[in-house]
């Protein structure tokens, strides 16, 4: 997959911009406050339909304009695909060869990139909700049925805290038999990902860094460990537990509260990692996703890497250009610093405007 | 521009109406409006008799003129079913099919806690008495096949486990004649999931 061309009209610090590009790396280098994040995320907007820096898309809009465009073409298996999303106030509409789209599930499934910004770093490192997010963000694309299941659970989770907010007690017993019947297919599938990143987690962390640690992803599931997600048992339990949901207001157990993390040889992520660390770490993580997603959809996922050279010591910078410059994905990477010796498109970004493109 | 005030106030009414944006309201007032005065007598006749003699079947909750439905009246049918749908207008939608026989019960809606929807907002009391009168061998779940439809059929089933012999739900999933092409993914699991035994055991 490919991003071909790319078109903005007012959207953050670019009132107007045209951009082509090819396959392999993008390098757009830049002072500080310039707009490379801004464009990022402008390709990050055309493959999820979301900002990864807010939640709200109204702050993509030019300052004092009404609408912002981003406009574009992606290719996919040999076809160019004509992309329009126009953000208007808090909503957005989106053309995909000229016709509006009604259902963001199946854009997204079909245009996908991954993503390694110092923002979604931050927030995966803070908040489980957004480790979960970030994984079963991946499982959507390597599970079809997925983004069904998730969607399904949610809904379920919403109308049962309604019922435990409310004390109807009465009322829970249909919502936990529709809990039992998708609860199970959410953990399995965490499960089975994690057990499939973690040896290409080892090979990539060791062959970036030189280390000889082992980088392991954890998985914990509070209803794997109590009832195995058998049937009866996880029926039981969640007919046990319905005092205690009463009481706090909201479902107590189940996929919402399931636990991610990374130790290196028994340090554990969020509290003995150095930011380095962290860093290389994560950025381990997506390229194993990489892998995944090739095995699985059988192309390269588009790799945005906002700002990740920073904070990496030479050794590990030089072993992940290497590895960006011999994989097969088009790759869209950011620095304050003009670098050195890259094989690629160099593109000098200056107060909203590209001030030489260089190949 | 300024409307005449009766012409205002049809348009409001239309807008009302579900699936009618006001748009479409506008160009039914328009039409008629300027239409041979016979037209809209005819409807409005029609809207008022709707409006006077329609109302909820005392036994199955679907759309009567009377005391009874003319399902419910109808001595032919056979009597030791009722097969349970969401809406009213999903009793049509079955008796067109011509494939069932039995009686109807209509709920007047799912069970949903987030629109303030809960069992006691269905029309439950008249079937649980149907139920409780005796006959009943069967009760069909022919709620939608949501998550709030499913809820609902959880629901009935512990409901009546202990007084019906057979409580069965309607296989959800493939429409027929559609194309296993163009089934989303979604449908497809449930399809699956809800498949039936097609060799004899
Ligand atoms: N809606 C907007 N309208 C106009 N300008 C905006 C808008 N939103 C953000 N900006 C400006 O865009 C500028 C560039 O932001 P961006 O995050 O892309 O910088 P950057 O080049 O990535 O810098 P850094 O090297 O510090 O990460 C900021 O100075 C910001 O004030
Ligand atoms: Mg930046
Ligand atoms: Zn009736």
């Given at each position: 997959m490919v991003i071909r061309a790319l078109r903005?009209?007012?959207?953050?610090?670019?009132?107007?911009?045209?951009?082509?590009?090819?396959?392999?790396?993008?390098?757009?280098?830049?002072?500080n406050g310039q707009g490379k994040t801004n464009l990022v995320e402008a390709l990050y907007v055309m493959t999820h339909l979301k900002s990864f820096r807010t939640t709200s898309l109204n702050p993509l809009i030019h300052y004092g304009k009404p609408t912002a465009l981003i406009e574009g073409e992606i290719e996919k298996e040999g076809v160019c695909h004509q992309i329009r999303i126009m953000l208007v106030e808090h909503q957005k509409k989106v053309w995909c060869d000229a016709k509006q789209l009604t259902l963001s599930s199946e854009y997204i499934k079909n245009f996908f990139s991954l993503l390694f910004a110092p923002d979604l770093l931050a927030a995966y490192k803070e908040y489980p909700q957004e480790k979960r997010n970030f994984f079963d963000r991946a499982l959507t694309l390597l599970d079809p049925l997925y983004i069904e299941k998730i969607k399904d659970f949610n809904r379920i989770r919403k109308q049962k805290n309604q019922l435990l907010r409310t004390g109807k007690a009465k009322e829970v017993a249909p919502w936990n038999q529709l809990f039992c019947r998708v609860s199970p297919y959410l953990v399995e599938k965490r499960q089975g990902l994690v057990q499939r990143i973690n040896p290409l987690l080892k090979e990539i962390f060791s062959q970036l860094t030189g280390?000889?640690?082992?980088?392991?992803?954890?998985?914990?599931?509070?209803?794997?460990?109590?009832?195995?997600?058998?049937?009866?048992?996880?029926?039981?339990?969640?007919?046990?537990?319905?005092?205690?949901?009463?009481?706090?207001?909201h479902l107590c157990y189940g996929p919402q509260k399931d636990a991610f993390w990374m130790t290196l040889e028994g340090k554990k992520d969020k509290f003995n990692f150095s930011q380095g660390e962290q860093r290389i770490a994560f950025l381990s993580l997506q390229f194993v996703l990489n892998e995944l997603i090739l095995e699985e959809v059988g192309f390269p996922p588009i790799l945005l890497l906002d700002d990740v050279f920073s904070e990496l010591d030479s050794r590990v910078f030089l072993n992940t250009m290497k590895r960006i410059q011999e994989g097969k994905n088009q790759v869209f990477a950011t620095s304050a610093q003009m670098p050195e010796k890259v094989l690629g498109q160099v593109i000098h970004i200056h107060q909203g405007t590209i001030q030489s493109n260089l190949s | 521009m300024k409307l005449p005030a009766s012409l205002h106030r049809l348009i409001e009414e239309l807008a009302?109406?579900?699936?009618?944006?006001?748009?479409?309201?506008?160009?039914?007032?328009?039409?008629?409006?300027?239409?041979?005065?016979?037209?809209?007598?005819?409807?409005?006749?029609?809207?008022?008799?709707?409006?006077?003699?329609?109302?909820?079947?005392?036994?199955?909750?679907?759309?009567?003129?009377?005391?009874?439905?003319?399902?419910?009246?109808d001595k032919s049918r056979l009597e030791?079913?009722?097969?349970?749908?969401?809406?009213?207008?999903?009793?049509?939608?079955?008796?067109?099919?011509?494939?069932?026989?039995?009686?109807?019960?209509?709920?007047?809606?799912a069970i949903s806690p987030m629109k303030g929807i809960g069992p006691s907002q269905l029309n439950l009391k008249s079937l649980e008495a149907r139920i409780d009168q005796g006959g009943i061998e069967e009760l069909i779940l022919a709620t939608n096949p949501t998550l709030e439809g499913e809820a609902t059929a959880h629901y009935l089933t512990d409901l009546f486990q202990s007084k019906v012999a057979r409580i069965t739900r309607i296989a959800r999933g493939m429409p027929t004649g559609g194309d296993l092409e163009y089934a989303d993914p979604g449908t497809l699991t449930r399809a699956i999931e809800g498949r039936t035994r097609f060799n004899s055991a």
């Open positions: 903005l009209t007012y959207f953050r610090n670019y009132e107007q911009l045209e951009i082509n590009f090819d396959q392999g790396l993008h390098f757009f280098y830049g002072n280390r000889t640690e082992v980088l392991r992803l954890h998985f914990r599931s509070d209803l794997w460990e109590k009832t195995g997600l058998e049937e009866k048992k996880l029926r039981d339990f969640l007919a046990n537990k319905l005092k205690m949901e009463l009481e706090t207001g | 009302k109406l579900p699936t009618i944006g006001r748009k479409s309201a506008k160009r039914l007032a328009f039409h008629l409006a300027t239409a041979p005065k016979a037209d809209p007598n005819a409807l409005a006749q029609a809207l008022l008799a709707a409006a006077m003699e329609l109302r909820p079947c005392t036994q199955c909750g679907g759309i009567a003129s009377g005391e009874l439905c003319p399902l419910c009246n030791g079913s009722i097969l349970v749908v969401e809406e009213a207008r999903n009793v049509f939608t079955v008796e067109e099919s011509g494939i069932y026989k039995g009686q109807y019960h209509v709920l007047g809606g």
